[in-house]
């Protein structure tokens, strides 16, 4: 291993590693993999490029954020001790001084610090985004130091500055902002300095103490801001401008460099209202089974009433307003509801677009297969696709950055963050005590702790988007749990619970004190603390122990959540809904009354020969001449209909019932209506007069062929509906003279596949990858540092220093006679050592490589190659030349 002395950079900081610390690096930043660095010193400046270190402090919590902001203002380097007095200020805090250790060890394992502990290090891309500057403020709303303010200031104002002060003169700029910068962080001179102020000077002090740090001043200054600048206590940023310098306002906050500290996260507290009767979990239960069942409803009906395809596809992708209102009519509820049903059958692959050139949406053959599932199943379904889905329902109907609406369906609603903030808000739910439903405003306080960034938790924000896009997020998470049964009245369900592959929780009067702790950060040894805030401490003292090792316990985003389990939430799930039923129950009002879910062959059916008028805990059906009408219409007879109704009722059918089926059973058929263009045709003449004569039909445009038969202008179906508007029942025939059945064509898209949600950076690494990048890393940087014998008069190199571009590598690779080339490594061979070569491949490409010659024979060299790691073969004419290593290092 590379010697352990102090580091002068990050590369040599990595280089101290242990493989589980380097791989501990590339899970937390992922981004660093693509591609896999060449060597160490790669690694070293990619992690310190603006990209990468911009998304690795979104990733932190609050308090590790705060960590890093206090060392951006404190000296570069500076001793822990020096941070820590930031972070408790002159009268210390136990809870900040347990969790600072862990919060440091984040920071050095994701490379954002690195040196010894009395020598700690900001990467330098860390420092310019966090560090105070005029055009943004520091959000530890710190100004700049002594020096930075008062750079540029003429040597005779600094000295004024120095004797109104009470100090000594001096006789250079360097010492006099030297005697000023003391002055300022010597706690008693500083007090004493301050009791002489005047009362109006420390009131503008207290303005500006805590950010942000500059302010206005006029032509002529008040006395007291002219006291405070005379002696440098405000200085001058521009000639309208001052700032309060950072050691002064550091000695006004007694030496915190927040105001509010952070080290616990908030705990997800249950909610003010939520009792806690024997039964609750039951009552959960129950309700989120209910729910479940009107989502699975939901969704079926809208793909129902799109059965025969749906609206158009909007030029820029989505369903326009018009449609989506008439979508949300059709369901009986509001747009954003319908928007989120859209959603969720589009996401699990339920609708898509036709792909036809009118481009239209239409249910999929997925829709067909996912009828014939068991409830249950139906509903893990959709609730995985919920789950893992992107795209955001909530945001339809908002506005984008350029003022473009955004539709439902439409290409523009996936938002990356979606994925992580819904499964974090039920990971949250899972940690409360079964049928215990939070407060939606603790939930909210602990994500904007775990990504402040992200929230837009705190001035100084590096990353773009929305401030509150993650807020919202978790709100509507909330609310679509719960329509979609998940939840119920608030509290995560068991079924729910297995969805997201949690185990069962204890009821609130079995849960153990460490289960208190609401999703507390510390690892599943820290679980037998009490109390939360205790817990929390706990769990930060666990991971200091870590911090020996330079590998923190793992914070919840940094840890792989359970991964679902839609099977066991279907298995959890089937015993509470509802069993279909194969009857119904006739009225004397020609209603029908379902008093639950009817088995679908009896649904289908009863859907064709009756209207819905209402639903609720049970679905009422009226049958209407309209109704029977269409039953006849798709080929049922009225003896048919009497069977279905007396074997499906489990009350007598009822006579008004019986005789509106008869009634139109006998006048169905008696009109026959053909293509001529269109045609009528009955063998009742004195009844095709009685159409002639009747107003109505003028529209037709009627006349009369033969006795029997009558001819109109119009097509078959507009002659079909104009005839059942004025009250007779016609039937349309084929051109061999039988009645037309007609059903309802099912109109469905080719097969689709449901949309893939959008990554939100590169994906997590698995054991295997981060293993084979760890060695190859390591190998490259063996290469790279490996130190060469040269000639007398010739320093040893490293091919790091030997190699600056691609375009000049072939002319620093080491230069051999081939007899020299297949002495060296036959030597190397015998002897077990590494050497150094050059080689050029088939496509003409140099590199250099270290190798340790296993065999050569045939013109070939078999060696290991440090470098890829491997075992290879070298065609020894392409071996440009080889030397020894200065130390056998491989």
């Given at each position: 291993m590379p010697d352990r002395s102090s580091p002068r950079t990050l590369a040599e900081a990595l280089r101290t590693r242990g493989d589980e610390e380097l791989a501990a690096l590339l899970r937390a930043r992922p981004d660093l993999l693509n591609p896999v660095p060449g060597d160490l010193t790669q690694l070293a400046t990619?992690?310190?490029?603006?990209?990468?270190?911009?998304?690795?402090?979104?990733?932190?919590?609050r308090f590790t954020l705060q960590t890093a902001e206090a060392l951006a203002v404190a000296p570069d380097p500076a001793p822990y001790a020096t941070l820590l007095a930031l972070m408790t200020g002159d009268e210390g805090d136990a809870t900040i001084e347990a969790a600072l250790p862990p919060a440091v060890a984040v920071l050095r394992t994701q490379a954002l610090i690195w040196g010894d502990a009395d020598r700690l290090r900001l990467v330098r891309t860390a420092r310019e985004l966090l560090a105070p500057s005029p055009t943004r403020p520091s959000p530890t709303g710190l100004?700049?130091?002594?020096?930075e303010a008062t750079a540029g200031m003429s040597p005779t104002r600094l000295q004024e500055i120095l004797a109104a002060a009470a100090l000594p003169t001096?006789?250079?700029?360097?010492?006099?902002?030297?005697?000023?910068?003391?002055?300022?962080?010597?706690?008693?001179?500083?007090?004493?300095?301050?009791?002489?102020a005047p009362p109006e000077a420390l009131t503008v002090l207290d303005r500006l103490v805590w950010g942000p740090p500059y302010g206005e001043v006029a032509a002529d200054p008040t006395p007291p801001v002219r006291w405070l600048r005379d002696r440098g206590l405000l200085l001058p940023a521009s000639p309208r401008t001052v700032v309060l310098p950072r050691e002064a306002a550091l000695h006004l906050r007694a030496g915190r460099a927040h105001r509010v500290p952070e080290p616990v996260p908030p705990e997800v507290a249950p909610a003010a209202s939520a009792s806690m009767p024997h039964g609750r979990p039951q009552l959960v239960d129950n309700v989120a089974a209910g729910q479940a069942y009107t989502a699975l409803s939901m969704v079926e009906d809208l793909l129902k009433d799109w059965h025969e395809g749906g609206p158009a596809v909007l030029r820029?992708?989505?369903?326009?307003?018009?449609?989506?209102?008439?979508?949300?009519?059709?369901?009986?509820?509001?747009?954003?509801?319908?928007?989120?049903?859209?959603?969720?059958?589009?996401?699990?692959?339920?609708?898509?677009?036709?792909?036809?050139?009118?481009?239209?949406?239409?249910?999929?053959?997925?829709?067909?297969?996912?009828?014939?599932?068991?409830?249950?199943?139906?509903w893990a379904r959709l609730a995985m696709a919920w789950l893992t889905a992107t795209r955001t329902p909530g945001l339809i109907g908002t506005q984008d950055a350029k003022g473009r609406t955004l539709s439902a369906l439409g290409p523009d609603l996936d938002r990356p963050a979606a994925l992580e903030v819904r499964r974090r808000v039920l990971d949250l739910l899972a940690t409360l005590p079964a049928g215990t439903a939070p407060d939606p405003e603790t939930v909210l306080a602990r994500l904007r702790w775990e990504r402040p960034l992200r929230s837009g938790g705190g001035a100084g924000r590096v990353g773009g988007g929305p401030a509150d896009l993650r807020s919202r997020i978790a709100a509507w998470?909330?609310?679509?749990?719960?329509?979609?049964?998940?939840?119920?009245?608030g509290a995560l369900s068991t079924h729910g619970r297995a969805l997201i592959g949690h185990p069962p929780q204890p009821e609130a009067g079995e849960a153990t004190a460490g289960s208190r702790s609401a999703g507390g950060t510390g690892p599943a040894g820290t679980a037998g603390t009490t109390g939360g805030a205790g817990a929390a401490r706990a769990a930060g003292r666990a991971e200091a122990a870590a911090l020996a090792t330079g590998i923190p316990a793992a914070t919840p985003y940094e840890t792989a959540p359970t991964a679902p389990d839609p099977r066991a939430a279907a298995d959890v799930l089937a015993p509470l809904?509802?069993?279909?039923?194969?009857?119904?129950?006739?009225?004397?009002?020609?209603?029908?009354?379902?008093?639950?879910?009817?088995?679908?062959?009896?649904?289908?059916?009863?859907?064709?020969?009756?209207?819905?008028?209402?639903?609720?805990?049970?679905?009422?059906?009226?049958?209407?001449?309209?109704?029977?009408?269409?039953?006849?219409?798709?080929?049922?007879?009225?003896?048919?209909?009497?069977?279905?109704?007396?074997?499906?009722?489990?009350?007598?059918?009822?006579?008004?019932?019986?005789?509106?089926i008869d009634d139109v059973a006998r006048r169905h058929g008696h009109l026959r209506v053909g293509a001529a263009s269109a045609y009528v045709r009955c063998d009742d003449d004195a009844l095709l007069g009685e159409i002639l004569a009747d107003k109505r039909s003028q529209g037709l445009r009627l006349r009369r062929l033969a006795p029997t038969v009558l001819a109109a202008q119009a097509d078959p179906g507009a002659l079909l509906e104009g005839l059942r508007s004025m009250g007779f029942a016609p039937a349309a025939e084929g051109a061999a003279g039988d009645v037309l059945i007609t059903r309802a064509h099912a109109r469905r898209t080719p097969p689709r596949t449901p949309p893939a949600p959008v990554p939100d950076g590169p994906p997590a690494p698995d054991s295997t990858l981060l293993g084979a990048a760890v060695r190859a890393i390591r190998a490259g940087d063996l290469a790279a540092t490996a130190v060469r014998k040269s000639g007398p008069e010739e320093p040893a190199l490293t091919p790091a220093q030997n190699t600056t571009q691609t375009s000049t590598?072939?002319?620093?690779?080491?230069?051999?006679?081939?007899?020299?080339?297949?002495?060296?490594?036959?030597?190397?061979?015998?002897?077990?050592?590494?050497?150094?070569?050059?080689?050029?491949?088939?496509?003409?490409?140099?590199?250099?490589?270290?190798?340790?010659?296993?065999?050569?024979?045939g013109g070939y060299v078999t060696a290991y190659d440090h470098t890829a790691d491997e075992v290879r073969t070298y065609p020894l004419h392409r071996i440009t030349g080889v030397a020894e290593l200065a130390d056998d290092s491989a």
């Open positions: 990619r992690a310190g490029t603006r990209a990468s270190v911009v998304r690795a402090l979104e990733r932190l919590d100004g700049p130091t002594v020096a001096t006789h250079d700029p360097v010492s006099a902002v030297a005697a000023l910068t003391s002055l300022f962080t010597d706690r008693t001179r500083m007090a004493a300095l301050l009791d002489t820029s992708g989505g369903l326009s307003v018009r449609d989506l209102k008439r979508t949300a009519t059709a369901l009986d509820t509001t747009e954003q509801m319908a928007g989120f049903w859209l959603e969720l059958a589009y996401g699990a692959g339920l609708v898509a677009a036709d792909g036809e050139p009118n481009e239209r949406y239409a249910p999929t053959p997925a829709y067909d297969d996912w009828l014939t599932l068991p409830a249950a199943d139906q998470t909330l609310a679509e749990a719960e329509t979609l049964g998940v939840t119920g009245r809904l509802p069993k279909p039923l194969d009857h119904v129950l006739l009225q004397a009002d020609l209603t029908a009354v379902a008093p639950g879910p009817l088995d679908r062959p009896l649904a289908e059916t009863l859907s064709v020969l009756a209207d819905i008028e209402s639903k609720g805990g049970a679905t009422v059906y009226r049958f209407t001449p309209g109704s029977v009408r269409r039953a006849l219409d798709a080929g049922k007879s009225a003896s048919d209909l009497h069977t279905f109704l007396a074997t499906h009722s489990r009350t007598p059918v009822p006579q008004p019932l019986s005789y509106l590598q072939s002319a620093a690779l080491p230069r051999t006679t081939s007899a020299e080339t297949l002495a060296t490594v036959q030597a190397a061979a015998m002897t077990g050592s590494a050497v150094w070569i050059g080689y050029v491949n088939v496509d003409g490409a140099a590199s250099q490589r270290v190798i340790a010659p296993v065999r050569v024979e």
